[in-house]
């Protein structure tokens, strides 16, 4: 990102959301429409049961789903990073290895869902009706599943390798032709949800043929066969980025399951029965799940606006930004909410008639369960938004908090009071809880945004005297926090008469990138536990990639050309091919670290140990994220060094003679 180039930072921002957002959104409609193509035509040509099986089926496929892009979602972040990190052979393994992991997954659930399906229906919610329907559309759906999966993961590998319009053609493709087939093998063969569930994955099909073709014209990496090979610490890596895509669908399958066992044992004590909620509500789902995909798409779409902005300190843009996609998606979900309360009948006949008590309950759900729709016109931009502007804690807490925080306590909580009635309005409570959530983080946001950034004291390096000796030395310094270790540095600089980098180096990225000095100071070595959960929507680098990469490329640049001590930053790990380079690690005992901590950084003495143990925890997951190794293992560092033992000004000094003593013997060879 160059600071005058970037458009994200000097385009219009209504044409900058059109243009990333659109595509986002048919692809994300793409998606909700292959379950619902198939429900409206099981209703007209099989009824209301056939589309009741189809519900309790749908959780293996977003199990499906969570592994897919679990695989594909890890791949395409890690394809960034590796080539973000000019290292093409590592990337081109990361996509092998993902291939062959997404083979193996789905062929082993494949095999689990063909020999459990009954007891996995079981665990769904079905009943004693919706069983061999159920089993009939299952079956068909299990034994393709190789190929949904395979192709689902390789569509999100296809977009990070910058072809997001063949990724996208690929998924039109096929739910045209699931369009086309299902009222043939429907209503001309006469196959049920059997034929349903056949145009399903014969569509999916040739979606995985199209994906398989473009293995052999990727862009930006080639597979070959030693990439296919299988390793360890790829997939873990993989995988490790891709768990919050795989968290995220897996909570769509606790709400499905708990739902249904309720809508099934509560509906037994009612006119409706059990059948018909299940079906009902599948449905209504499902109709509302096409308006958060629009929801979703505009969202998605403006998260890399909403980053590289707030990340440049041009607050103003932010606001713009946000104002639109908070704005034009309240005006989606108001009449989305105008529709469920007038028609609900009309939209429900959609998917085939039903007797009275059908068409009556599904009235009541539109109208009660989605009651509030209007309010995930804020709550589903706001978790993408705190995740594009890297608050990753809100956005975690956000994209968790209606379906596993309130919607699934509200349902056990309003149903064992008022019934199924208790379970209809379980979601106008989850709606309404998320909503003042998500308004509150906003709220406290925007007067954040309204400060105007205060430049801070430009950040130069230190001049110091050249070492006038031939040698090249680079040292790079790991420690934890409160040890001494970058006053240590710095003194090892000095006393060896070469550059010390340490906030230096946040002057040089923000030249590079465009982001804010106080951002890139607020952000770096920052990675929190929470980050994992927001890496799923994400398009793209985020911009804590970005730093990563940037920081990387500028210490490769600063160690070829000069002498230097570099303060963390991974460094080692960035380095590590390097002849000259010497790692130090440099720790302390808590009680002295706490000493240092209230001493010289100002922290009050009862708080400094959990704000000590707090940024160690920071530092160890940035660099475990980015480097696949732990922060402060012995076998990373050529030194590891307790301050303790010396104190710093002696530490310094045996470190100047180790060094010195290094490099001579390096002369002698």
Request: charge should be positive; glycine fraction near 8%.
């Amino acid at each position: 990102m160059k600071k005058e180039e970037n458009i994200l930072g000097t385009e219009k921002i209504s044409k900058l959301i059109r243009k990333f957002s659109i595509p986002c959104i048919i692809s994300m409609l793409v998606n909700s429409l292959y379950n619902m193509v198939d429900q409206i035509f099981i209703g007209r040509g099989v009824g209301m049961l056939g589309n009741g099986a189809t519900n309790v089926v749908f959780p293996i496929s977003v199990i499906a789903l969570a592994l897919s892009l679990m695989v594909g979602d890890g791949a395409s972040a890690y394809l960034s990073l590796k080539l973000g990190e000019k290292k093409k052979q590592e990337a081109s393994k990361g996509i092998g290895n993902a291939i062959i992991l997404a083979s193996i997954l789905s062929t082993i659930f494949a095999i689990i869902c063909l020999i459990f399906l009954p007891h996995l229906l079981n665990l769904f919610g079905c009943t004693e009706n919706l069983r061999e329907y159920a089993k009939d559309y299952g079956y068909i759906i299990s034994f393709g599943l190789p190929f949904v999966m395979i192709g689902t993961s390789l569509n999100s590998i296809i977009r990070s390798d910058g072809s997001p319009k063949y990724a996208m053609i690929t998924m039109v493709t096929g739910a045209i032709l699931n369009i086309i087939l299902d009222p043939i093998f429907i209503f001309l063969f006469h196959w049920g949800v059997k034929g349903a569930a056949l145009a399903t994955i014969l569509s999916q099909c040739v979606t995985f043929v199209l994906n398989i073709l473009y293995i052999r014209k990727f862009k930006t990496i080639t597979i070959q066969k030693e990439t296919l090979k299988l390793q360890k610490n790829i997939i873990k890596k993989v995988l490790l980025l891709g768990i919050s895509s795989f968290i995220t669908q897996m909570s769509i399958v606790v709400v499905i399951a708990t739902e249904n066992h309720l809508l099934g044992t509560l509906g037994a004590t009612t006119e409706f029965g059990p059948d018909i909620p299940i079906t009902v509500l599948g449905i209504v789902m499902k109709i509302s799940q096409i308006l958060y995909s629009i929801v979703l798409g505009i969202a998605i779409g403006a998260q890399p606006i909403f980053g590289y902005n707030y990340g440049a300190g041009k607050k103003e843009r932010v606001r713009e930004a946000l104002k639109i996609v908070l704005g034009t998606s309240i005006i989606i979900t108001t009449i989305a909410f105008i529709l469920f309360q007038t028609i609900p009948d009309k939209l429900i006949l959609i998917f085939g008639s039903g007797d009275t008590n059908y068409i009556k309950f599904a009235c009541l759900t539109f109208r009660i369960y989605l009651m509030l729709v209007i309010c995930n016109g804020i709550q589903i931009p706001a978790g993408i938004f705190f995740q594009a502007i890297g608050k990753s804690s809100k956005s975690a807490i956000l994209s968790l908090s209606r379906q596993i925080v309130f919607l699934v306590p509200s349902m056990l909580l309003l149903g064992h009071f008022f019934g199924l009635m208790g379970l209809l309005y379980a979601g106008v409570v989850a709606d309404a809880l998320a909503f003042l959530l998500a308004m509150t983080f906003i709220l406290l946001e925007s007067k954040n945004l309204s400060k105007e950034t205060t430049p801070k004291e430009e950040l130069l390096p230190q001049e110091i005297k050249k070492n006038n000796k031939n040698d090249h030395i680079v040292i790079t310094i790991a420690r934890e926090y409160g040890s001494g270790g970058r006053y240590i540095g710095r003194l090892l600089a000095e006393k060896l008469g070469i550059n010390f980098y340490d906030k230096e180096l946040i002057k040089k990225v923000a030249e590079e990138t465009g982001l804010s000095m106080e951002y890139i100071e607020q952000n770096e070595q920052k990675r929190t536990n929470l980050d994992a959960f927001n890496n799923g929507y994400y398009l793209g680098l985020t911009n804590a990639d970005e730093l990563f990469l940037k920081e990387s490329e500028i210490i490769k640049k600063i160690a070829k050309k000069e002498s230097c001590v570099i303060i963390g930053r991974c460094a080692d790990f960035i380095l590590k091919e390097n002849k000259n380079i010497t790692k130090i690690f440099i720790y302390s005992d808590t009680e002295h670290k706490i000493k240092r901590a209230t001493k010289y950084y100002g922290l009050a003495k009862e708080k400094a140990e959990k704000e000590i143990e707090r940024k160690n925890k920071l530092r160890a997951n940035h660099y475990k994220h980015y480097t696949g190794e732990i922060w402060g293992k012995l076998e990373n560092y050529d030194i590891v060094l307790n301050s303790d033992t010396l104190g710093v000004e002696k530490s310094a000094n045996m470190l100047v003679e180790i060094i010195e003593k290094k490099k001579g013997k390096e002369n002698e060879r």
